[in-house]
């Protein structure tokens, strides 16, 4: 079994800043790519930004220039760094990963977390 868990959100006023983590966890041997969607009220959900195995990024043009996701290896984990926070931002921020190899070489593909709120309120 595998699993991805986000942890670091919260309520923050606009124009602060929250750091996101999500943790993959089981017999992990690598991971490909993982990116960050959220979900706003009223809203579809959408792709924030991903980041390859190798560390090649890209976001959505909304967040350019405030979010920044990077990723550490050795601890199978994926954060996301969101500066200059507005009201737009609120959501629902889920982490995925495109596809996890186990230790017994097995892969399993398309993996989600459950999410963590992101309120940004004054």
């Known amino acids: 079994q595998v699993q991805l868990v986000e942890s670091g959100g919260g309520l923050v006023q606009p124009g602060g800043s929250l750091r996101l983590s999500c943790a993959a966890s089981g017999p992990i041997r690598s991971i490909n790519n993982m990116g960050w969607y959220r979900r706003a009220p009223g809203k579809e959900r959408e792709l924030v930004a991903v980041?390859?195995?190798?560390?090649?990024?890209n976001y959505v043009d909304s967040v350019k220039g405030r979010f920044t996701i990077s990723r550490d290896n050795a601890k199978n984990t994926v954060y996301l760094q969101m500066n200059s926070l507005n009201l737009e931002d609120t959501a629902v921020y889920y982490c995925?990963?495109?596809?996890?190899?186990?230790?017994?070489?097995?892969?399993?593909?398309?993996?989600w977390g459950t999410g963590t709120l992101v309120t940004v309120s004054s």
């Open positions: 995925n990963a495109d596809s996890i190899r186990t230790s017994t070489w097995y892969t399993y593909a398309n993996v």
């Open positions: 980041i390859s195995s190798d560390g090649r990024t």
